[in-house]
């Protein structure tokens, strides 16, 4: 079961496109030693909205937040399957 972490009416900022939506619209990930996670609640976080998380783009904007990801491809693989 995935735990939704937001406020109803907060706007934030897809990191990848840069516009801005509803927190509800975007998914929120952490870095957590080298792997990408769903927000769990604890710790930094940023968005990505649903359209820019299967595009190249989004990988690379990710690779350049979690720096030491050893198989980032198939984490972002994985979390695009959960979430749709």
Do not use: H, W
């Not at 769903?38 to 998380?53: I, N, P």
């Not at 595009?55 to 990801?69: C, E, L, N, P, T």
Request: charged share 25%; proline share 1%.
């Amino acid at each position: 079961m995935i735990v939704q972490y937001y406020a109803t009416k907060s706007v934030r900022m897809c990191v990848v496109c840069r516009q801005r939506d509803l927190q509800k619209n975007l998914i929120r990930f952490k870095s957590l030693e080298s792997a990408l996670q769903l927000y769990d609640g604890s710790g930094r976080s940023f968005y990505v909205c649903r359209v820019c998380l299967p595009q190249r783009k989004a990988y690379q904007m990710i690779k350049r937040i979690v720096k030491k990801a050893d198989s980032l491809q198939e984490q972002i693989e994985e979390i695009v399957q959960i979430c749709q």
